[in-house]
């Protein structure tokens, strides 16, 4: 077949587009206190143990000297890890007495870099996509507080160095990896009568202090404690480091009660009366609900600037760990309207990032709550979100989204608004493509509801769905029409469906050119997934006009696009 007119101009167009490289991001999460004594002996056995290593477990009861050394080693031999440093704590998410490694994973990625529709939802694929960044790049990661050696011998990192940190001996470790154990006694510590101590505190540092005997999360961060002192917190704050009573945790900018000083505030907790610690979850509920749902309202408002979303998704992710641990505790006292108001403010999070121990866990309390509440909107859309992340997320058990979406669609009646009922609809669609059946009749309600609550983009993202789906289904001409009728003429998603009907109707001049239009969309805007499709459809026209120029050119791009170690085969993308 000869090539069609024109097509020197699109190996043209396809030439003069470039896919920006991402940006290396070399990590320094490990500080180095000068003013932090390690001990020379403790020194010189972690420096002994780790030559040639590639995996290294501390065991020292004290998890401050502990952390200090760790922090000495790496800040001491930095100059070996060019790719970087990495630092995790897993008691910051340590829920019910377990770490979650597929969490630990999660945030490694995105502090390698990893752009955030690329981060895996499933562990193993976490776990694969940090390999190959690893063997590309030497790093160092640091994972302290670890009780059991499955939490953390997935960040072994080769040719890297993987250094952890626990309470007592792992043996597992070497079960999986060839392990060094350093085992070292706690440097001796002075006896402190902390009564006395916190009674020579400032009035909003006691106050603090309290409190985190009664928050059920093991870390705090600014934002909640400026809730809940008002312009003291940051006093407070201060006094209870300078007191060196609170630490720096594991995520920046977060805090955690020193180990003896949080058992003593505990213990002080359980010492009042029933009333005061009712009314203490009370502060502290109301605290969280205020913080979650400013930041949700952010992320949600069509006037938020990219810099001000990530810095309010930023909040819901540091705090997701503490809301799930209050929502746990407020279930209790069945305040049921504040269960499922935390968990709906956490949708925007999990619209871009999911963490796989909390989306259940928040959702099921939520779904529970509005019920009990009689939330029927609530309950309806907790519903269609959990069917959502079952579905993304849940491979064990694909039969938990299509039982979530039944629940949801069981309510269509019931709810209050069409935009809600678009999204179940959406999500039954979905949940039927994915299962292998006919979505059709479903994309196609959710078309109608969308455009009956007027949301643009909904719309627009559901007839482009819709389109791909008409496609498919050897509709290319009702999918063609669909689409130049859609609300969202300039969706590069859009352009890409359009391209794949004049494909499948054979036009391939249009075809291209849709095509060459979202790759070069998408490379000004960074978007690697929409440049790969639209790479993908270019080379298949390629292929049927026998335009081998345009098809090596095609493949060249499509190899220079792997480089990418996070868009190498294996790597999942949500």
């Not at 004290?62 to 790496?74: I, K, S």
């Not at 160092?140 to 040719?159: H, K, N, Q, T, W």
């Not at 006093?235 to 977060?254: C, I, K, Q, Y």
């Not at 190899?559 to 996070?566: C, N, T």
Request: a negative charge; hydrophobic letters at 45%.
């Amino acid at each position: 077949m000869p090539n069609p007119a024109g097509s020197d101009a699109v190996r043209t167009l396809l030439a003069g587009i470039t896919l920006p490289a991402p940006p290396v991001v070399i990590p320094r999460q490990i500080g180095h206190d000068a003013a932090a004594a390690v001990p020379v002996e403790h020194r010189a056995a972690l420096e002994k143990a780790a030559v040639g290593a590639s995996v290294v477990a501390v065991q020292m009861a004290d998890r401050e000297a502990r952390r200090a050394l760790l922090a000495d080693w790496v800040y001491r031999n930095a100059a070996q890890f060019p790719g970087g440093q990495l630092y995790f704590d897993m008691d910051d998410v340590r829920r019910d007495g377990a770490g979650d490694p597929s969490v630990m994973l999660a945030c490694l990625l995105r502090d390698l870099g990893v752009a955030e529709e690329f981060i895996p939802p499933q562990f193993g694929d976490r776990f694969r996509a940090l390999q190959q960044i690893a063997q590309q790049r030497r790093i160092v990661i640091v994972v302290d507080g670890v009780l059991r050696a499955p939490e953390a011998v997935v960040a072994a990192c080769a040719p890297g160095l993987l250094l952890v940190g626990s309470r007592w001996r792992l043996d597992g470790l070497s079960l999986h990896a060839d392990t060094v154990h350093v085992l070292l006694e706690s440097p001796p510590s002075a006896d402190e009568d902390m009564d006395t101590l916190v009674q020579q505190l400032s009035e909003p540092a006691r106050a603090l202090y309290r409190l985190l005997g009664h928050l059920p999360a093991p870390t705090i961060g600014p934002s909640l404690a400026r809730l809940l002192l008002g312009v003291g917190s940051e006093e407070a704050m201060r006094h209870l480091t300078a007191a060196g009573l609170l630490v720096p945790a594991g995520s920046p900018g977060r805090f955690r009660l020193r180990d003896s000083a949080r058992a003593h505030t505990k213990d002080r907790a359980r010492t009042e009366t029933s009333d005061e610690r009712r009314r203490v979850r009370r502060q502290l509920a109301d605290a969280c609900l205020t913080m979650v749902e400013k930041a949700a309202a952010t992320c949600t408002s069509p006037d938020t600037d990219d810099a001000a979303r990530r810095a309010a998704l930023d909040v819901l992710d540091a705090e997701q760990h503490t809301v799930t641990t209050i929502m746990q505790m407020i279930t209790y006292d069945q305040w049921h309207r504040e269960v499922w108001r935390l968990a709906m403010a956490l949708g925007p999070l999990y619209d871009v990032r999911v963490h796989d121990s909390y989306w259940r866990d928040s959702h099921t309390l939520g779904v529970e709550a509005a019920l009990w509440d009689g939330a029927i909107d609530a309950q309806a859309e907790l519903r269609t979100r959990l069917a959502r992340l079952e579905l993304l997320c849940g491979t064990d058990h694909p039969e938990r989204a299509g039982k979530e979406i039944n629940r949801a669609q069981e309510m269509l009646d019931l709810v209050s608004n069409d935009r809600l009922r678009g999204l179940i609809w959406q999500t039954r669609a979905e949940v039927e493509e994915d299962q292998g059946r006919d979505p059709l009749p479903a994309w196609q309600q959710a078309l109608h509801c969308y455009t009956q609550a007027s949301y643009r983009a909904g719309t627009g993202m559901v007839s482009t769905r819709l389109g791909h789906a008409l496609v498919a289904a050897g509709r290319a001409e009702e999918a063609l029409d669909l689409l130049t009728r859609s609300p969202v003429q300039s969706c590069p998603d859009a352009g890409l469906a359009r391209a794949a009907a004049h494909h499948a109707l054979g036009h391939d001049g249009p075809a291209l050119a849709a095509a060459l239009n979202a790759a070069q969309y998408a490379a000004r805007h960074s978007l690697y997934r929409l440049y790969g499709s639209a790479l993908t459809l270019v080379a298949e026209v390629a292929e049927e006009l026998r335009d081998e120029e345009l098809l090596r050119m095609c493949r060249s791009k499509e190899r220079e696009l792997a480089q990418i170690p996070w868009l190498a085969p294996g790597s999942a993308a949500k």
